[in-house]
């Protein structure tokens, strides 16, 4: 079992930053694949990054590409996404997720654990 707490959301003007934290309990963290998701107001849960168990590896959807970084700490059981020049539509809740599979998922089907979610409003 992996609990995740996520942690970082507020509201930012475009252009600014955030960085969001994903604290994870449970002795199997640094064996699994994390990662970002967020669903936007009206829309679907979205693939946002994913990063590999040893951080060796990561993946971005084309629409936060060069502007979110993934990162993990696995002696904190810590996973970070730092998001820099943000703009309107990277408005949603962001949440965390633990995968069982082997490969980089990307796919909302493909994650076993879920944090509840934390918001993140970008202004015009």
């Known amino acids: 079992q992996v609990q995740l707490v996520e942690s970082g959301g507020g509201l930012v003007q475009a252009g600014g930053s955030l960085r969001l934290s994903c604290a994870a309990s449970g002795r199997t963290f640094s064996s699994n694949h994390m990662g970002w998701f967020r669903r936007a107001p009206g829309k679907e849960r979205d693939f946002v990054a994913v990063?590999?168990?040893?951080?060796?590896?990561?993946r971005y959807a084309d629409a936060v590409k060069g502007r979110f970084t993934i990162s993990r700490d696995n002696a904190q059981n810590t996973v970070y996404l730092q998001m820099n020049n943000l703009k309107p539509e990277d408005t949603a809740v962001y949440y965390c997720?633990?995968?069982?599979?082997?490969?980089?998922?990307?796919?909302?089907?493909?994650?076993?654990?879920w944090g509840k979610g934390t918001q993140v409003t970008v202004a015009s």
């Open positions: 990063i590999s168990w040893s951080g060796t590896n990561t």
């Open positions: 997720a633990a995968t069982r599979v082997l490969q980089l998922a990307l796919r909302v089907d493909e994650y076993d654990y």
